[in-house]
C-alpha cells in the first residue's frame, strides 16, 4: 500500500493507492476505515487483494479491486505475507 486517503463525505471507505507490480498504481476503495484510528498506519505495508474485478464505482470513484481480509464481530483481519514479497506475487 503506497498511500492511504480518507474520503469527504464517507464514514467507511478509504482509497488506497496499491502497487500490484503493474506498471502504475492501482486505486482500490475499501469500506475498512472503522477499523483504523490512524489510515496511514497501512502506507508501506503489504497485504493481499483481489484483482479479477470488474472495476465499480463508489462515492463517484473507481475502485479497481478488492482488499481481501475477514474477520467476526468488528474485528478485521488483513492477511499478510511472512515476509516482503514483490509487489503482484500470486496467492494460491
Do not use: C, W
Not at 32 to 53: A, C, D, G, R
Not at 69 to 84: D, I, M, N, S, Y
Amino acid at each position: 500500500i503506497l498511500a492511504v486517503d480518507e474520503i469527504e463525505g464517507s464514514d467507511k471507505l478509504l482509497k488506497l493507492s496499491v502497487d500490484l507490480g503493474e506498471g502504475a498504481p492501482r486505486q482500490i476503495l475499501s469500506g475498512i476505515k472503522k477499523y483504523f484510528t490512524s489510515p496511514q498506519e497501512l502506507v508501506n505495508t503489504q497485504t493481499t487483494f483481489v484483482t479479477n474485478l470488474a472495476p465499480r464505482k463508489m462515492m463517484g470513484m473507481d475502485s479497481n479491486g478488492m482488499l481481501y481480509a475477514g474477520g467476526v464481530e468488528g474485528e478485521l483481519v488483513l492477511l499478510r505475507p511472512e515476509h516482503v514479497v514483490a509487489p503482484g506475487t500470486p496467492m494460491h
